[in-house]
């Protein structure tokens, strides 16, 4: 059992012993310059993983999917994309701030953009009144809708309708290998129909640091240009891909432990009075947890988790999301539900 149970997200996931041998020992050279061969080794390995022709580093995956709209668009233009996405709702604002695009925020719970009512948002024929729609954006795994996954026919429907109407089609994928665990299928099978994805290293995977961007060459080309531009070229960044690597190679499989212990976290707390679940079927590494009596209870139940050495991350009004990851033992989920019970048993006490 760890001393702090740290369950706030899977970004909090430290590098694996041999991450931190590899770093040390990392071939490096000037990656603007093309020099590095850990890079290059990375990016490859990226590409052939995800069947993409070429694949780009970057720093964080907030910065690789503002690439990714960069390249796709031209500033005026419209994206479509769910509105609790993370590009949407979690990005500072960047796709309207930095890539001068529109956003057309689509309402769906279930994380999948329904076709019909995007086919009926696209906008192609009125180049003097209305923004042009250039783009559509998905989320695989949907983080701020409980973490599901986009299933592969969810993936295919909506590419078929971005290459019916002459849109791209890109997939923040920040989250790809526990969609893919999850369902069960090879990363590829999600990957391949999209024009791009972005991939993050640094949360369920375990590396310091890190996301690729994937796509056809020129595309990748093209995005090289505006990661300088946004100051996302790095020079001996062979230390970082080596983890990455590694991240990759090793680190996949094993995200279906976080899933178990995330679903164990789930069923422990469902019966106790005062929380519900939501969704209530936890498919990957979160649990969203909505608390009886509003924020004020949450606040003060996140006092006391944190008192109990519990740490969780507020979330929206009466919601508190949990996330599993490799730091988290069985040991830990029994704790996490035993402090939760505590707590609000006696929550419950003071108000009677």
């Given at each position: 059992?760890?001393?702090?149970?740290d369950?706030?997200?899977d970004?909090?996931?430290i590098?694996?012993a041999?991450?931190?041998?590899?770093?040390?020992k990392?071939?490096?050279?000037d990656?603007?310059?093309g020099?590095?061969?850990?890079v290059?080794?990375?990016?490859?390995?990226a590409?052939e993983r995800l069947?993409k022709?070429a694949?780009?580093?970057?720093?964080?995956?907030?910065?690789?999917?503002?690439a990714?709209l960069?390249?796709?668009t031209?500033?005026?233009?419209?994206?479509i994309l769910?509105r609790r996405s993370h590009?949407?709702?979690?990005?500072?604002g960047g796709i309207s701030?930095?890539?001068?695009?529109?956003p057309k925020?689509v309402?769906?719970?279930?994380?999948?953009?329904p076709?019909?009512?995007?086919?009926g948002?696209?906008?192609?024929?009125?180049?003097y009144?209305?923004?042009?729609?250039a783009?559509i954006c998905?989320e695989?795994?949907?983080?701020?809708?409980?973490?599901?996954p986009?299933s592969?026919?969810d993936?295919?429907?909506?590419?078929?309708?971005?290459s019916?109407t002459?849109?791209?089609?890109?997939l923040?994928?920040?989250?790809i290998?526990?969609?893919?665990?999850?369902l069960?299928?090879?990363?590829?099978?999600?990957?391949?129909?999209?024009d791009?994805?972005?991939?993050c290293?640094?949360?369920?995977l375990?590396a310091?640091?890190?996301?690729?961007?994937?796509?056809?060459?020129?595309f990748?080309?093209?995005?090289?240009?505006v990661?300088?531009?946004l100051?996302?070229?790095?020079?001996?960044a062979?230390v970082v891909a080596?983890a990455?690597?590694?991240?990759?190679e090793e680190m996949t499989?094993r995200?279906?432990e976080?899933?178990r212990?995330a679903?164990r976290?789930?069923t422990g707390l469902?019966?106790i009075?005062?929380l519900s679940?939501l969704?209530?079927?936890?498919?990957?590494n979160?649990?969203?947890?909505?608390?009886?009596g509003?924020i004020e209870?949450?606040?003060?139940?996140?006092k006391?988790?944190?008192?109990?050495?519990?740490?969780?991350?507020?979330?929206?009004?009466s919601v508190?999301?949990?996330?599993?990851?490799?730091?988290?033992?069985?040991?830990?989920?029994e704790?996490?539900?035993?402090?939760?019970?505590?707590k609000?048993q006696?929550s419950?006490?003071?108000?009677?």
């Open positions: 059992m760890t001393e702090t149970v369950l706030r997200s970004t909090v996931t590098p694996t041999a991450m931190y041998r590899a770093m040390v990392a071939p490096v050279g990656d603007v310059l020099d590095d061969p850990t290059a080794r990375l990016e490859r390995v590409a069947r022709e694949a780009l580093l970057f720093p964080s995956g907030t910065m690789a999917n503002l990714a960069m390249t796709h031209s500033p005026g233009d419209e994206v769910e590009i949407n709702w979690g990005e500072g701030r930095l890539a001068g695009l529109q925020p309402d769906a719970p279930t994380g999948a953009l076709v019909d009512v995007v086919r948002l696209i906008v192609r024929e009125d180049p009144h209305w923004a042009r729609t783009l998905i695989n795994t949907h983080n701020a809708r409980g973490g599901v986009l592969v026919p993936t295919q429907a909506i590419a078929r309708l971005a019916e002459g849109l791209r089609l890109h923040d994928g920040a989250r290998f526990n969609a893919a665990v999850a069960g299928v090879p990363v590829h099978v999600l990957t391949e129909p999209v791009s994805v972005m991939v290293l640094s949360k369920g375990s310091p640091i890190g996301s690729l961007l994937a796509g056809r060459q020129g990748i080309d093209h995005a090289r240009k990661r300088q531009m100051g996302g070229g790095m020079r001996q062979g080596a990455g690597i590694l991240a990759l499989e995200l279906e976080d899933h212990l679903k976290l789930a469902a019966p009075e005062g679940i969704p209530a079927r936890v498919r990957t979160m649990v969203f947890v909505r608390i009886d509003g209870v949450k606040a003060e139940l996140l006391g988790l944190a008192q109990a050495g519990v740490l969780c991350q507020p979330w929206t009004g508190i999301r949990m996330v599993t990851h490799r730091g988290i033992a069985q040991t830990d989920i704790l996490t539900i035993e402090a939760f019970r505590k609000l006696r419950e006490a003071k108000q009677r």
